[in-house]
């Protein structure tokens, strides 16, 4: 993350919170401008609000727009004329006009919740009820603009992984739809604490966030700080709740499909297509042209995805070999396959004070040089911070000067980025030693 907000005299569009977490109206400093992140609700932006992007990045900063890996977009090298950018962007129905009720907007659903076929319910109308509880209750514009709650309706295409500080995940039992929650966790990996009917969830996130600020010091602004402090079994004691902590329940662990995040999607009804912009960096032209063509085959809108990724939803199947054949004349990754598609990196030097290498740049000759035998995910950091990565990838390349990578592999065994592998590899190197099996690497 930056690490600033720019110094703007008489600027009212500058969030009076204190972060260093970029926002709508909150416009941080790097290396190579200002970046203000739009929050989009369950990732959805409609064509004529892609538009509104990509005009604004074209009028007030350097053109470069972000995906972001908690389905969000960033504009990048943003210059003086803060004011005017944030007004286009509320012109286009892109956030609100309170700053506060901006930050807290932070909910993460499957980029295709109420069509994935293997849904337990459509999340929609329960994801509108929370961000309107986030956006419209001032008690909770004290939470960090960090703090973030994840919906799983039981999507195929879901992102399992990215910690949050609450998390639900719907499941059957007996018949009826229950809500399942951790805290400071995932639903691939976080203990399940209990669960409530569906019916009182919107109830259970009150009550939580409620909890934590009734509980947490100024220094504790995250749900993983309160629980060094307090027992999980106190804070859900406190909640004033009926919470079921049946075996039943305890036991129940959430099953990911695995399912491709890129190509064709299945969906309820119809197709969607997933594409995704090389290092999850979007020109105007290609998120313009990604909007019109959803405007053409599909119903003219987009999902943003915590894969750095978009989705078209709702296409006709004859309409799908066209859509790809367009995005992918627009320079977007449209198959999984494709090696760019299997790498992820941070800003990189030219953006970020801290990055100790051209982490995007890398990335890309890196592409050039991985073999079948590389991991599905590798991801190039240019700081121990691992800002654009919410989970530990499978592989992690970090900088240690120009050109120059330790290799790390996951392992649940082993805290940060996993077990080190190599160290001071050049970019060659690093290729060769991916394409080696994992066994193989310590050799």
Not at 160 to 183: I, M, N, V
């Amino acid at each position: 993350m930056p690490d600033t907000p720019l110094k703007q005299a008489n600027a009212p569009h500058v969030s009076p919170r204190p972060s260093a977490c970029p926002g709508l109206w909150r416009i941080v400093s790097a290396r190579d401008g200002g970046i203000c992140r739009i929050k989009l609700p369950g990732g959805l932006l409609f064509a004529d609000q892609a538009d509104a992007v990509a005009a604004a990045a074209e009028r007030f900063a350097g053109g470069v727009i972000e995906a972001t890996n908690r389905g969000n977009l960033q504009i990048r090298g943003i210059g003086s004329h803060h004011r005017e950018l944030v007004e286009t962007l509320l012109a286009a129905g892109l956030g609100p006009r309170d700053a506060a009720g901006d930050d807290v907007r932070n909910l993460m659903l499957s980029p295709l919740a109420g069509q994935d076929p293997t849904m337990l319910l459509d999340a929609r109308p329960l994801a509108g009820r929370i961000l309107e509880l986030l956006e419209g209750t001032p008690r909770f514009h004290q939470l960090s603009a960090k703090f973030a709650v994840q919906l799983d309706a039981g999507e195929s295409l879901a992102m399992l992984e990215h910690p949050h500080d609450l998390w639900l995940s719907a499941l059957r039992l007996e018949q009826q739809t229950w809500l399942a929650f951790g805290l400071a966790g995932c639903p691939a990996e976080g203990q399940v604490l209990g669960a409530v009917p569906l019916e009182q969830g919107l109830q259970l996130v009150r009550a939580v966030l409620e909890r934590f600020l009734d509980l947490a010091t100024p220094v504790q602004s995250r749900m993983r700080q309160l629980l060094e402090a307090c027992s999980v079994t106190d804070f859900i004691d406190g909640l004033g709740l009926a919470i079921r902590r049946d075996p039943a329940v305890l036991a129940w662990r959430r099953e990911p499909h695995n399912a491709s995040w890129l190509g064709v999607l299945p969906q309820a009804q119809g197709l969607a297509l997933g594409v995704a912009p090389p290092q999850g960096r979007l020109t105007p032209t290609m998120l313009r042209g990604a909007a019109r063509i959803a405007c053409q085959l599909g119903d003219g809108s987009l999902r943003l995805s915590p894969w750095q990724s978009l989705v078209l939803p709702n296409l006709q199947a004859q309409h799908i070999d066209q859509a790809q054949a367009d995005l992918a004349a627009l320079g977007l990754l449209c198959n999984d396959h494709e090696p760019l598609a299997r790498i992820s990196a941070c800003t990189g030097a030219s953006g970020c004070a801290k990055a100790l290498g051209e982490t995007k740049a890398d990335a890309l000759t890196l592409a050039t040089l991985l073999g079948p035998g590389a991991p599905a995910s590798v991801h190039l950091s240019g700081c121990p911070r691992s800002c654009a990565m919410a989970h530990v990838a499978p592989a992690t390349l970090l900088a240690r000067s120009p050109g120059r990578y330790d290799l790390y592999l996951r392992d649940a065994r082993q805290p940060g980025f996993g077990a080190l592998r190599a160290t001071d590899l050049t970019l060659n190197e690093a290729g060769a030693m991916l394409d080696l099996p994992t066994e193989h690497l310590d050799d």
